[in-house]
């Protein structure tokens, strides 16, 4: 919970909404002059394989153009 506070108060964590629900989340954490990390990407259950997540991440990605990035993702949390 002190991370997620963390996170919402710097203004590091982004959702995504449709129909009045939170579809997605991700986050930015190991934050730097030069480099940040996109972390935390999830999509609830039901509103998976719709393109939430990847717009959400190409929004948060726009944002931090100027920097390296680099995301972090479970193998086990991805479909092939």
Do not use: D
């Amino acid at each position: 919970m002190v991370e997620a506070r963390e996170l919402i108060s710097s203004g590091l964590i982004w959702i995504y909404e449709s129909e009045g629900e939170v579809t997605s989340i991700c986050a930015v954490t190991r934050n730097t002059q030069n480099v940040s990390a996109i972390t935390k990407v999830y999509t609830t259950p039901k509103w998976r394989r719709r393109g939430f997540a990847e717009h959400l991440v190409r929004n948060v990605t726009r944002r931090f153009v100027t920097k390296s990035l680099t995301l972090f993702a479970k193998l086990s949390s991805c479909r092939h």
